[in-house]
């Protein structure tokens, strides 16, 4: 397959390329991370067929067809966009091959079926619950109840859940585990709807977690396995678009079933909107399995002949199967053959370039949590309630900003390629914290004035998240998937998981006594004032990664932190001079003096 000697030189030429900073431990790591950033650079064209021929043979692939598709899939995989340089290719394969760059939404049917696996969030039950379970009155036992019994799936998922997404996955593989999640997600769903006490509601819910925890952190891992590389981040970044979807499902159910009542059965309204959540889960345990099982899943159980026809059956042509299927082998042979630590975990603290990554993963984690969105997704119809709403408006409140949410996520798919992730953030913040601010005040507004205030507070929910959606709401997830050195991205993207659902577990627990102390005024002034926080944040802490090469993210944070605030807040003085008083000054970049390092060492003058 691939000779030690030839990968040798090609990571010995990758690391004379790299820049000079850094220590030389730090140099060292980027130089293997250059390795995994492309381990076929330096072949030639007749040595990648020798190594595909070689690994279809050995492999029992199939026919002398499909090793053909191998011998030119491995050409193909160094550099897939020069496919019009690769000779033997006819002319229909090279007009396939160039449909992945002009037409790059042209994908089979099963590709798109693995993203669609969505979840549900139902607020407009506990409206009901709380007072049926005794603690629907106004002192602080019942506010920390409320709270707890609300929080408690995203409890499990902090503490428990999200961590059994690697054995679950390694044991059951990406669609094994996410049957199992749907199916406990079904059966406590279920379970919620037949309970008589805040504490066996808290019992279900917290079992809820384990349904929810390893779902939500397979189907971005399923989605990343199976896409082309040329929509991989569009498709990864969906889960933000169906989550939005499931949680508008959920507001529509506690819409339906809010006037379902009966004579016989108390609180049959509230117990079939919970109970609702199951469909979605149960539709996905139905055709979860009519999607091929993950390739990158069966080539770690070296099942690489499986690995072949699930991903034919997941592109147009076995030329494109067989190249993105070479390419992922090699990746798990370089990492198989490069000594990358003991303990990862560790090596996200310890090592100066992750540590960067970690911080701004964290920061981008927490504000997703502490900008306030789930105190509206939520108790958005407790917040319509107490702003005077009829229950069925408050309802009918909590859909319209639910569809506001799903509909604003889907162009998120483009701005966040176009104008990156930092700058959606520091522009989103600002405009978060105003609305926020906006929505609080709004409860100022005299209840004579009713339909000023009820217009205002609806006004003010909607615009958050207009403004959320296309940033905080996407950037995360994405963000976090790409940070990460290959060899730790899993425990990156982990530890950023967990961070998620504790922020959200103590979001979820603290909002009824916090509203309670502080008014509703001063609750909604608390995450508006955290929106001015994350941006400072991320202005000082949080680089760009939009477009950007695994080699050149290593370069991007191998940045010392303090250089990195230092150039942040240069950025404040430049927008104030450029778009406030209209002068024509050229933006820094903060990696100047590295690219002129590498024009000198290639014998240009800078």
């Known amino acids: 397959m691939i000779g030690k000697e030839k990968m040798d030189a090609t990571l ?12 030389a431990a730090e140099r060292a790591r980027r ?47 160094q550099s897939p966009e020069r496919y019009v340089n690769v000779t033997g290719l006819t002319n229909q394969e090279k007009r396939v091959l160039g449909r992945e760059f002009t037409h790059r939404w042209s994908q089979p049917w099963k590709m798109y079926a693995v993203i669609t696996l969505y979840q549900t969030v139902v607020n407009g039950a506990q409206i009901f619950y709380k007072h049926q379970f005794g603690i629907g009155d106004d002192s602080s036992r019942s506010a920390w109840l409320v709270g707890l019994v609300n929080s408690a799936p995203y409890l499990c998922c902090a503490l428990i859940s999200s961590w059994l997404t690697v054995p679950f996955n390694h044991w059951f593989g990406r669609r094994g585990t996410i049957f199992i999640a749907c199916a406990l997600s079904a059966i406590t769903c279920l379970w919620q709807g037949f309970v008589a006490t805040w504490w066996a509601m808290f019992v279900a819910r917290f079992m809820l977690g384990f349904g929810i925890g390893p779902k939500l952190a397979t189907v971005p891992i399923y989605a990343a396995e199976t896409a082309p590389p040329s929509i991989r981040g569009a498709l990864v970044m969906q889960w933000q678009v169906w989550s939005a979807f499931g949680i508008m499902v959920g507001y529509a159910a506690d819409l339906i079933f809010y006037n379902v009542h009966s004579s016989t059965i108390v609180g049959l309204n509230w117990r079939c909107m919970m109970a609702s959540a199951m469909f979605p889960a149960l ?31 997941l592109r147009n042509h076995k030329i494109q199967a067989a190249r993105d299927l070479y390419y992922m082998h090699t990746l798990l042979e370089a990492e198989n053959n490069m000594n990358l630590g003991r303990n990862k975990m560790l090596e996200l603290i310890k090592v100066p370039r992750n540590r960067r990554a970690t911080l701004a993963s964290q920061i981008v984690m927490f504000m997703q949590q502490f900008c306030g969105v789930n105190v509206i997704s939520y108790y958005s119809s407790e917040i319509f309630l107490e702003a005077k709403f009829s229950p069925p408006a408050a309802l009918a409140a909590s859909l319209g900003w639910g569809l506001i949410n799903w509909l604003l996520s889907i162009p998120a798919i483009y701005t966040i390629d176009i104008f990156g992730r930092r700058n959606l953030l520091l522009l989103t913040f600002p405009l978060m914290s105003m609305a926020m601010l906006f929505t609080g005040f709004s409860f100022w507004i005299p209840e004579s004035s009713h339909s000023a205030r009820l217009t205002c507070i609806a006004l003010g929910a909607y615009l958050f998240g207009v403004v959320y959606s296309p940033g905080e709401g996407p950037v995360p997830f994405t963000y976090t998937a790409e940070v990460y050195p290959l060899y730790v991205r899993s425990y990156g993207m982990a530890l950023g998981t967990a961070t998620m659902w504790f922020c959200n577990f103590i979001l979820g627990m603290t909002w009824p006594s916090l509203r309670a102390a502080f008014t509703i005024q001063g609750a909604f002034s608390w995450h508006a004032s ?13 680089p760009e990664t939009k477009g950007k090469t695994l080699e050149e993210l290593d370069q991007v944070f191998s940045v010392p932190t303090r250089l990195h605030a230092r150039y942040g807040l240069r950025q404040i003085g430049y927008f104030f001079n450029r778009y406030l008083l209209q002068r024509d000054v050229r933006p820094e970049i903060l990696y100047e003096r590295e690219e002129l390092v590498k024009v000198q060492d290639v014998g240009f003058n800078a």
């Open 530 to 542: 955290w929106c001015v926080v994350g941006w400072w944040m991320v202005l000082l802490f949080m």
């Open 12 to 23: 010995s030429e990758k690391a004379v390329s790299q820049p000079p900073f850094g220590t």
């Open 283 to 313: 539709v996905v345990c139905c055709f979860v399995f009519t999607c091929p099982e993950s390739p990158h899943w069966y080539m770690r159980q070296k099942q690489y002949f499986r690995a072949y026809r699930s991903i034919c059956t």
């Open 31 to 77: 130089s293997l991370n250059a390795k995994l950033s492309n381990p076929l650079a330096g072949f030639s064209h007749t040595e990648l067929r020798n190594q595909g021929r070689t690994f279809a043979e050995l492999h029992e692939m199939g026919d002398e067809s499909d090793i053909r598709a191998f011998e030119l899939g491995a050409v193909l995989a």
